[in-house]
């Protein structure tokens, strides 16, 4: 379980990772074709298809991202109201608020993967990479499944402690706060 709760870090950082890496290369590259001497071997190189993988990458981090938000606390959400309820009608909209958002990554999900399966008995690819364009749409179901998860897993943490995971915008990690004089 261990990995699981630090599964979107780990797939965000390796695709951040991955994208630097090729958006690095095509500008070497971009810059190397306008040089006269490495022309020749320049040219022989095609890197148009960094531009689209690129794109795919930052569409599975974003999927992943919405999930590692409702993990840490930082998925936006509109609790004013909410906190003015009384303990236990807050309490009661918080698990609400958590069932409904499970339940809508979850129809969200579904209808990807239904998609996703239409679109593999597809012959359509992608314009550069030209891979299958069900292996870019695929990020729609396993985002929202992982989402729907990790909406049920606070749910059931509230449930047992009536705590909801909290990020403070003021924390840096390493450094430590010092007591005010």
Same mark, same amino acid.
């Given at each position: 379980?261990k990995?699981?709760?630090?599964? =979107?870090?780990?797939l ?9 890496? %090729?958006?690095? /290369?095509?500008?070497?590259? &971009?810059?190397?074709?306008?040089v ?6 320049? &040219?022989?190189? @095609?890197m148009?298809?960094a ?12 999927? !992943? ?6 993990r840490? $606390?930082?998925?936006v ?5 909410v906190?003015?309820?009384? &303990? ?7 698990? !609400? +608020? /958590?069932? *409904? ?23 359509? %690819? +992608?314009?550069?990479? =030209? ?7 695929? *990020?729609v179901?396993? $985002? +929202?499944?992982?989402?729907? !998860? &990790?909406f /049920?897993?606070?749910?059931?943490? !509230? /449930?047992h402690? @009536? ?5 403070? @915008?003021? @924390? %840096?990690?390493? %450094?430590?706060k010092?007591?005010v *004089?």
């Open positions: 379980m990995i699981l709760d630090r599964l =979107e870090e780990i965000i950082a390796t695709l951040m990772a991955a994208a630097t890496v %090729v958006i690095f /290369l095509a500008v070497v590259h &971009r810059y190397a074709s306008g006269s001497f490495l022309y020749p071997i320049a &040219r022989t190189i @095609h148009a298809w531009q689209e993988l690129c794109i795919y990458m930052f569409v599975w981090m974003a999927k !992943f991202g919405a999930a590692y938000g409702v840490t $606390g930082i998925h959400g509109v609790d004013v109201l906190n003015q309820l009384d &303990r236990t009608w807050r309490n009661r909209m918080v698990v !609400f +608020s /958590l069932l *409904a958002g499970a339940t809508f990554t979850g129809i969200v999900g579904t209808l990807g993967a239904e998609f996703v399966w239409k679109m593999a008995h597809t012959e359509q %690819v +992608s314009a550069d990479m =030209e891979v299958p364009m069900w292996l870019v749409y695929l *990020a179901p396993c $985002g +929202s499944y992982l989402m729907c !998860f &990790r /049920l897993q606070v749910c059931w943490k !509230f /449930l402690t @009536h705590e909801l995971p909290h990020h403070d @915008h003021t @924390h %840096v990690e390493g %450094v430590e010092e007591p *004089a």
